[in-house]
């Protein structure tokens, strides 16, 4: 079994047999077990090295490394992986197993693959070809030393927006609303909760609300979002029941129809139909 100690002994070394290149932290790290690997003719971006006696497949930093797994590899050698992780322990704070997926059907492999990662305290990392993976490893050692800000964004350039401003965007999303409105609802009522509380005759009090403003205002501050399924029930099942003139002026009309349909009926085919 690998200590922890032994499983950092590769960063160690490596970091000493590179010291004349001035900042061995540019490098990544790879174990010589990677040679003759795809991936490598990939890094470009970033410098490597071979380090000997290194644990893992990739180093980026005293932190973060990578083992590599071709999911093709996996297939023939099921137990590759486990003994790899094993002799891994937990000697670094961020652990990628970063999967070459090079099969037609990598469901199922994928599958057994994410658990063991996941057991493992692995972050997994799936690849579609050679030049991916690369870039997840120059990835890695880029932002080695960057700020964990830059993962919040740039919030410097976002404008503050300020209540009226808030309130103004969600009113005047009601068709025939306008700004002017929302200033004249916002001076006499102060608050959108005080807004969204008023009756019709409240809004109808109110300067420039028209009938058809004050209606659609009150239908979107009382209407529910979703129709209740008793009412949506009762629209689709209910059907409209004539009214009296139209069943006294249907059953005439049947009643006049019926003798007339008889008679052609009895008089048989007609000429052209001979």
């Known amino acids: 079994m690998v200590s922890r100690k032994d499983a950092r002994k590769g960063w160690v070394k490596a970091k000493n047999a590179n010291a004349t290149t001035g900042n061995p932290s540019l490098a990544v790290w790879v174990s010589k077990r990677q040679t003759g690997n795809p991936l490598l ?151 959108l909760k005080d807004i969204l509380q008023l009756t019709e005759e409240d809004l109808s009090g109110c300067p420039g609300l028209g009938p058809t403003k004050v209606k659609r205002l009150y239908d979107a501050f009382h209407t529910d979002f979703y129709p209740t399924a008793g009412a949506k029930g009762a629209t689709t099942t209910e059907k409209r029941k004539p009214t009296s003139g139209e069943a006294s002026s249907g059953a005439s009309g049947n009643k006049g129809q019926g003798p007339s349909k008889r008679r052609r009926e009895d008089q048989g085919p007609s000429s052209e139909q001979k």
């Open 41 to 191: 003719r990939f890094i470009k971006n970033v410098r490597w090295e071979y380090a000997d006696d290194l644990v893992p497949d990739y180093q980026m930093g005293p932190s973060c490394v990578a083992l590599f797994l071709s999911l093709k590899y996996h297939l023939l050698h099921p137990q590759y992986i486990h003994l790899r992780i094993r002799e891994l322990q937990r000697a670094f704070r961020l652990r990628v197993l970063l999967v070459h997926v090079d099969v037609d059907d990598p469901v199922k492999p994928l599958a057994a693959i994410t658990k063991l990662a996941c057991l493992s305290d692995l972050t997994l990392f799936c690849a579609w070809s050679y030049e991916e993976c690369a870039r997840y490893i120059e990835t890695f050692k880029t932002y080695e030393t960057k700020p964990h800000d830059l993962l919040l964004g740039n919030k410097t350039n976002v404008p503050t927006e300020d209540y009226t401003t808030r309130v103004t965007q969600a009113l005047t999303q009601i068709r025939g609303v306008n700004r002017t409105d929302v200033l004249t609802l916002t001076a006499a009522f102060h608050t």
